[in-house]
């Protein structure tokens, strides 16, 4: 198992090691590079995002996870309780 190694260095040594630094994040290693002892900038690796499963879809993804109860179209509480008809 490779772990990730974080290197810094300052300008000048990151232009004449471009393709050795570039190489260690290849690796997945990260590179801060510093102006005068000040970070500036950090070289890491793009994380690709995991692939989806060729069967799974946004639509009908939730399918068989919801109970109803009762009938949709009653109302919840019975109409003697109802305000608006008194």
Not at 29 to 53: F, H, Q, S, W
Request: aromatic fraction near 4%; hydrophobic fraction near 40%.
């Amino acid at each position: 198992m490779f772990l990730a190694m974080s290197k810094t260095v300052n300008v000048a040594e990151f232009k004449d090691r471009f393709s050795e630094l570039l190489a260690l994040v290849e690796q997945g290693g990260e590179v801060i590079v510093c102006r005068r002892n000040v970070p500036l900038a950090r070289l890491e690796p793009i994380r690709k995002p995991a692939a989806r499963k060729a069967q799974q879809s946004v639509v009908g993804c939730m399918k068989g996870t919801v109970r109803i109860h009762g009938d949709l179209t009653e109302p919840c509480i019975p109409e003697n309780d109802w305000e608006m008809l008194k």
